[in-house]
C-alpha cells in the first residue's frame, strides 16, 4: 500500500483512485463494510482503493478536544493495507485544511492523480462548515466527470456502527459490547519499558482495575489506574500489542 502525506502529494501515478474520506478510527465493523465496497466499486472501475484520512482527529481543531483514540495510527495504516487498500493519504488536519471548501479541495485531489469517485454514507459531508454532502458531491461530479457511490451504513442491533459507542463501551467498562462492534477484542499498542505501558497519543482505556489481557499472544494480567496502565508479570521493552479479553 502506499502511503502519500497528504492531497496536495497525490501523482499520476497513484491513480486512477476510487476514494473514502474519513478519520477510520478503530476500523470497526462499520469501517470494513464501507471499505469492502470501496474495494469493488474501484474494482469494477479499474481503479486503486483509496482511503483519504487523517494525521490526528479533526476534533482537535474543530473544538479543540478530540476524543482518545481507539487504534495506534500505525495500526490503522496496517489494517487498511490488509482490508485491500492501495492508496492512503494522511492528510494534517489544520486550519487551513478547515476552511478548504469541499470542491477546492476534490479540486486539489484531481489535480494530483485521476479520481474516479467517491464513496460516502448519507450523513457524511466534508470541507469548510460540512459543504461536501452527498448531494453537492453529487452535483459536482456530473459537472466534473467523476462517480458518487452512496451506501447506507452497516447497523448492529438497529444502529449504525459508531466509534463514539465504541468508547462509550470501552469507558464503561462494556469490553464485550466493544469487542461486537469492533469485530475483534479491544486492543492496544504501546511501548513497554519494566511492566508500564505508554503510549504516543490518547487511546481509549477501560475503567481502572484488573483485567485478564494477552501481551503479544501471551496470558497477562494488567492493571488499569486512572489512564495509566502496567502488567503483573512485565512485559519485554519495546513496542507490545494488550488485547484485553472480555
Avoid at 508500564?196 to 494480567?221: C, E, K, N
Amino acid at each position: 500500500m502506499d502511503v502519500v502525506p497528504g492531497v496536495d502529494r497525490l501523482r499520476p501515478e497513484h491513480g486512477p483512485i476510487f476514494a473514502v474520506i474519513g478519520v477510520f478510527d478503530g476500523l470497526h465493523q462499520g469501517h470494513i463494510y464501507l471499505l469492502d465496497h470501496l474495494v469493488r466499486e474501484a474494482l469494477t472501475r479499474d481503479a486503486h482503493p483509496c482511503v483519504i484520512t487523517f494525521d490526528h482527529h479533526p476534533d482537535e481543531v474543530l473544538t479543540g478536544s478530540a476524543p482518545p483514540l481507539l487504534l495506534d495510527p500505525d495500526e490503522r495504516l496496517a489494517r487498511l493495507a490488509d482490508a485491500g487498500v492501495d492508496v492512503t493519504v494522511v492528510q494534517h488536519f489544520d486550519d487551513a485544511v478547515r476552511h478548504t471548501t469541499y470542491d477546492d479541495f476534490l479540486a486539489t485531489i484531481r489535480g494530483g492523480t485521476d479520481l474516479t469517485g467517491l464513496l460516502m454514507t448519507p450523513d457524511a459531508a466534508f470541507g469548510y462548515e460540512r459543504g461536501g454532502t452527498p448531494e453537492a458531491v453529487r452535483d459536482l461530479g456530473e459537472r466534473e466527470g467523476f462517480d458518487l457511490v452512496v451506501v447506507d451504513p452497516l447497523e448492529i442491533d438497529g444502529a449504525a456502527v459508531r466509534s463514539s459507542d465504541i468508547r462509550r463501551a470501552i469507558g464503561s467498562g462494556d469490553l464485550s459490547g466493544a469487542e461486537r462492534l469492533l469485530g475483534r477484542p479491544v486492543t492496544l499498542q504501546g511501548q513497554s519499558h519494566e511492566g508500564h505501558l505508554s503510549f504516543d497519543w490518547p487511546m481509549a482505556m477501560p475503567p481502572s482495575g484488573l483485567y485478564t489481557v494477552r501481551v503479544d499472544g501471551r496470558p497477562a494480567i494488567a492493571t488499569v489506574e486512572d489512564g495509566d496502565i502496567t502488567l503483573a508479570e512485565g512485559a519485554p521493552d519495546g513496542v507490545v500489542r494488550l488485547e484485553f479479553l472480555s
